[in-house]
């Protein structure tokens, strides 16, 4: 199968969509951030030294979704028209879920991902004075639909 972001001569190229009808378009991405518990304990007291992770880490991965085609060379600019992120508190870890919604010629993948891993980052940063164990794990797509296709994750990589 050719690489659909790779011209006649090997260089690299943006995918002409131009021809593709646009659609309703929604994708779901998410990852983990796994730390000590009482680093959840003091998220959870609101005791963390540089404030509220959660709401910085929400509104940063809704600002990053919009900033995608700027951060991911060949992405195409979308006219996302909605995106959410939330944030799970688990005893051990904080599962992070970022949806993304456009009606467009291509997929909002790559938004979602982005919004799940920058979400992630500012969660490590703003815990980092407490807990310089934290691993950020397991960013995935979880499901797409519009286009050619919907998908969902096989329920053993949910």
Avoid: Y
Avoid at 61 to 85: F, S, W, Y
Avoid at 97 to 103: C, L, M, P
Wanted: charged share 20%; hydrophobic share 45%; proline share 6%.
């Amino acid at each position: 199968m050719p690489l659909s972001h790779v011209d006649e001569a090997g260089r690299l190229a943006m995918v002409d969509v131009s021809a593709k009808p646009p659609t309703d378009r929604t994708a779901t991405a998410s990852g983990i951030v796994h730390m000590q518990p009482a680093t959840i304990a003091a998220i959870r007291a609101r005791t963390t030294p540089k404030g509220d992770p959660l709401e910085t880490a929400r509104l940063a991965g809704i600002l990053a979704a919009k900033q995608t085609d700027r951060l991911i060379p060949l992405c195409h600019t979308l006219p996302l028209a909605h995106v959410n992120v939330e944030l799970a508190l688990e005893t051990d870890h904080i599962a992070i879920t970022a949806t993304a919604r456009a009606h467009a010629s291509t997929g909002v993948e790559m938004e979602a991902l982005t919004a799940v891993s920058v979400a992630a980052l500012t969660l490590f940063d703003m815990c980092k004075a407490v807990d310089r164990t934290m691993r950020i794990t397991d960013i995935q797509v979880q499901s797409k639909t519009g286009g050619k296709s919907d998908w969902n994750a096989p329920p053993n990589e949910a």
